[in-house]
């Protein structure tokens, strides 16, 4: 079992920058993770995905360049640097993490057994 538990949410200028955190606990932290959103009336969208090894990341589209996916094994947290926020990123992000061990990274939920209770962000134009 994993729990997850996300933090770092908040209202910010469009613009701005956040970084959401992302602390792991449970039998083990090295599983393929990721960062998924949903904003009001809209389906949860993948937005970015490590690899358990830590040397692979996936990101859609709308956010490269912007965010940043990393991983730090000796705290047990992933992050999401997110900078030049718009408010097109307004949502509740999610943690998510697989079972998967290696190389591969997932956009898929389905992939992901695990899933954190979330964590506002707020862009305001």
């Known amino acids: 079992q994993v729990q997850l538990v996300e933090s770092g949410g908040g209202l910010v200028q469009a613009g701005g920058s956040l970084r959401l955190s992302c602390a792991a606990s449970g039998r083990t932290f090295m599983y393929a993770m990721a960062w998924f959103r949903q904003a009001p009336e809209k389906e949860r969208e993948f937005v970015a995905a490590i690899s358990g090894n830590g040397r692979n990341t996936e990101y859609i589209d709308s956010v490269k360049g912007r965010f940043t996916i990393s991983r730090d094994y000796a705290k047990n947290t992933i992050y999401l640097q997110m900078n030049s926020l718009k408010p097109e990123d307004t949502a509740i992000y999610y943690c998510?993490?697989?079972?998967?061990?290696?190389?591969?990274?997932?956009?898929?939920?389905?992939?992901?057994?695990?899933w954190g209770q979330g964590t506002q962000v707020t862009v305001s134009s």
């Open positions: 998510a993490s697989s079972r998967s061990l290696g190389a591969d990274t997932f956009t898929r939920r389905s992939a992901y057994d695990y």
